[in-house]
């Protein structure tokens, strides 16, 4: 497994260059920067090879991009903070670099970005992985996602329990009937029977008898 990542960017003027990242808050590692080069630490184990064009043309036998008017590779930094993402993007357009797009607000992601002195497109990010502001944003998130899912369920279930209640108030009713008319049978042996309109039960019998009976005579 790879321990470290240098991303090499071919610029025109390096100490313009080590000023302009300087001035964003990024500091150098001096045993691997000299004239030609400029070794700028990202973070733990990340790096940026500034390379002054005729020195990174000696690695590829191919033509070097001009970033500013073409693109090979798009540099995403993560930020903790939406705060951090806008003093960056601040920072990079006070020291002459510029803002080609605008930011980006999805809610639980937020992005910015910025080109710097030559033309080297910087995305930074803040999305629900990141420590920080970021994670409680998507957590209160997921909390009204959760809150309504049980809303939802409720209100399912809720319409279940009333109509259960309702089936059972009217088994009790018949129940009642049953036993006025058959004074040896108990209400809370028929109650079951005719809950929820079980075919064949008692209650079913019993209906269908009373739906046969001729009028009582008034």
């Known amino acids: 497994m790879h321990k470290q990542i240098f991303v090499n960017l071919p610029v025109r003027d390096l ?5 302009f990242f300087a001035s964003l808050g990024f500091e150098f590692n001096p045993q691997f920067s000299n004239d030609d080069a400029a070794c700028m630490i990202i973070g733990e184990n990340i790096y940026a ?3 002054v064009e005729r020195f990174f043309q000696t690695f590829t036998d191919k033509p070097v991009a001009n970033a500013r ?3 090979e590779v798009l540099t ?4 903790e903070s939406r705060e951090e993402v806008d003093a960056l993007v601040a920072k990079a357009l006070a020291a002459g670099g510029r803002a080609p797009n605008p930011k980006q607000d999805h809610g639980f992601m937020y992005g910015h970005g910025f080109e710097d002195l030559d033309g080297h497109v910087w995305e930074l990010s803040l999305d629900g992985h990141e420590p920080g502001a970021g994670r409680h944003r998507v957590t209160r998130l997921m909390a009204a996602q959760v809150d309504t899912a049980i809303a939802a369920v409720w209100r399912i279930e809720s319409a279940k329990i009333v109509a259960g209640v309702a089936s059972l108030v009217r088994d009790i009713g018949l129940a009642e009937e ?3 008319d ?3 049978c108990r209400a809370g042996d028929l109650t079951g029977a005719g809950r929820a309109g079980q075919s064949g039960s008692v209650a079913d019998a ?3 008898e009373r739906r046969a009976r001729p009028p009582a005579p008034r």
Not at 15 to 19: E, L, P
Not at 76 to 79: A, G, R, T, Y
């Open 182 to 184: 058959a004074p040896g």
């Open 69 to 71: 008017e073409t693109t």
């Open 178 to 180: 049953l036993a006025g």
């Open 76 to 79: 995403c930094l993560s930020c």
């Open 49 to 51: 090879m500034l390379l």
């Open 15 to 19: 100490a313009r260059s080590r000023a």
């Open 206 to 208: 019993y209906r269908e």
